[in-house]
């Protein structure tokens, strides 16, 4: 009862601070001399949301940053002892190169998956019925199409769909999961059928972009498809490309939900984030998981920057 009555009063009291708060900005500004007031009212509609970003992200990063250098209780500096014991352990440098696995193939297949679909049924009559097919798994949770999957893998033919069509052959059901190395690229597979359809419909969306009297006066001049795809088509595509790809690269560095689901990292599949969960919540260390975390960061941010700077450059173009 308590807790119902806390989340009336969080949804109740929130309208009410904002609006309040809006009463009040509004109210100083309509005092001051107008020139003061054009500078001052972006900054304060803006400290809301800077106040959240503070207290949400930015000071847990730095906290995060600071408990990387203490031990398991967080009451004495080591230093760099915790890095050191991250690149120095087998179980996480195998959790390095599954994330290396995960970056190059999921980005790979949901990137080309994505734009074959989306060039193949672009500008046909069916069209609509393929993207809402391929984008279904959209409307689930990674958690719950790990659950699918497990149970599609499952080395048993009377649970196991895939076993199930293997016996069938006469053949022996296949350990899917729980085979290294093969049982990564099992996994990654769940994501890519996951992602193509976020692909698809973006890829899609920057090909409706594309002018269609640029690709007929292409054809008339005796281009074939394939020349206009890789000489038009693809061009005008990149920044759209380049936009999707780093969006499933930082999913791969960060992926957690499908491994803890089906694997929980047993069997050779361990990556980053089950590692960093593995260490807090199973171990108790807090400098360890810290450390873990800050070297997610540290691989997610050239990504972060190259797709800045990509959007700045197309901001100038435009």
Known sequence: MDRIISAIAVVVAVPLVLVGYILVVEFIIG???KRVAGGIRPWLWLAPALLFLGVFLVYPTIATIFRSFYNQSGKNLIGLDNYAWFFGQDSTLLALRNNVL????LTGFVVGLGLLIAVLVD????????????????????????????LVYDIQPTVGTLNAGITATGASPYPF???????????????VWMLTGFAMVILSAGLKGVSVELLEA????????????????????APTIAVVATTIVIYALKTFDVVYVMTNGNFDTEVIANRMY???FN??????????AVVLLIAIIPVMVVNVRRF???????
């Open 102 to 105: 995960w970056v190059v193939f």
């Open 218 to 237: 292409a054809r008339v001049d005796g281009a074939n498809e394939l020349q206009v795809f890789r000489r038009i088509v693809l061009p005008l595509l």
């Open 177 to 191: 999961i729980s085979t290294a190395p093969w049982n990564n690229f099992a996994l990654i597979f769940v994501g």
């Open 283 to 292: 171990n108790g260390q807090q400098g360890r998981s810290a450390a873990i």
């Open 123 to 150: 500008r046909v009559k069916y069209e609509g019925v393929v993207k809402s097919i391929v984008f279904l798994p959209m409307a689930i949770s990674f958690v719950a199409a790990g659950v699918i999957w497990r």
């Open 31 to 33: 005092r001051l001399p």
């Open 278 to 280: 593995k260490e807090l």
């Open 312 to 318: 700045r450059q197309q901001e100038a173009v435009r």
